[in-house]
């Protein structure tokens, strides 16, 4: 069945949500960590999961997240052929860095281009979305997004999807620390509140609108300023060890900010410059080297592509 017309190997980035004060709305794309997926045309009528590397997930298709995404998308062709989908995960599930949301995006990309691109990125979003809600029982797109469009994005609507691409300037480098811990996003939304304080909705959403214009005007102080989440790091950062001592040690290295990546355990900090994002990167490291916890850190440039074909 593989020739080049039938099959299709892609890079599925990793991906930071929230970024602090963007609770479900924001997010950016992350270059250096990602899935490798195969999607592959086949003869017989469905979704078929047929190879799984890395980590331990079902092959039923409805019962995984690159599967659930694809049903989506599969239920509205009417076509007299299948998909094959192969996942070599490289991003562990759990680790707040998109793990789920570069599987949902994976297949359905994968699918979209086998076909000749019938469906937009807003669409593929959409369907992505379906495969989202079964990691973290609760429709959301601040990962899926930039995933699909690189960059940094802002989920304006899931209903209807409505994706803002937010310029990503240049000097922008990210640092991540994983601790090899693994939260699951149903769990630490499940102990968020269900109301907030008027108080500290307007420090969030003056955050959010500044950290956005910060974006489109390359202003790294006024990035400082705003890269912080009154709202929801009060709660989630108790499910982090040594969270407030990591962030504290970015922050001394020269972070514009530093917060819980996604739903943690993953802490993110931006930088500007790369050789700053290194120095993060050492301290990040030396802090976590005093603890028992196993732990990896990447550095990464904001990938302005997103998904794509290799
Ligand atoms: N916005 C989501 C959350 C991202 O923080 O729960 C994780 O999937």
């Known amino acids: 069945m593989s020739n080049a017309k039938n099959e ?24 250096s960590i990602g899935d490798e997926m195969v999607v592959r045309k086949t003869g017989k009528k469905g979704i078929f999961i047929t190879k ?16 659930v995404s694809a049903l989506a998308m599969y239920a509205t062709l009417d076509i007299d052929y299948g998909f094959e989908i192969e996942i070599y995960k490289r991003i562990k599930p759990g680790s707040g860095v998109g793990s789920s949301a570069a599987s949902a995006v994976g297949s359905v990309y994968g699918m979209n281009e086998l076909m000749g691109g019938p469906f937009n990125k807003v669409q593929l979003t959409t ?41 990503s300037p240049s000097d ?35 955050n959010v ?36 001592e990591v962030k504290d040690a970015a922050l001394q290295a020269g972070a514009l900010g530093a917060g819980i990546a996604g739903s943690g355990p993953s802490i993110f900090a931006l930088s500007k410059g790369k050789d700053t ?17 196993p732990f990896e850190t990447y550095v990464s440039k904001i990938n302005t592509q997103g998904i794509k074909i290799l």
């Open 8 to 31: 299709i190997r892609l890079f599925a980035p990793a991906t930071v949500a929230n970024v602090s004060c963007g609770f479900d709305v924001l997010g950016f794309c992350l270059d």
């Open 277 to 293: 994002a290194l120095k993060v990167q050492d301290a990040m490291r030396a802090l976590y080297a005093t603890t028992a916890i």
């Open 127 to 167: 369907f992505a979305m379906k495969g989202e809600a079964l990691a973290s029982q609760c429709e959301h797109a601040d990962n899926l997004a930039p995933a699909i469009f690189g960059g940094f994005t802002l989920v304006k609507s899931v209903q209807p999807m409505d994706i803002l691409q937010i310029p």
């Open 172 to 206: 922008v480098f990210a640092t991540i620390i994983h601790p090899q811990i693994e939260i699951k996003t149903a769990d630490s939304r499940a102990i968020l509140p269900k109301v907030v304080a008027l108080s500290d909705a307007i420090v969030q959403w003056a």
């Open 209 to 244: 609108g500044s950290l956005v214009h910060a974006l489109h005007t390359s202003d790294y102080e006024l990035m400082r300023r705003s890269l912080k989440d009154v709202i929801v790091e009060p709660y989630r950062s108790k499910l982090i060890p040594f969270y407030h």
């Open 52 to 67: 799984i590397e890395g980590y331990d997930l079902p092959y039923v298709a409805s019962l995984n997240v690159a599967g």
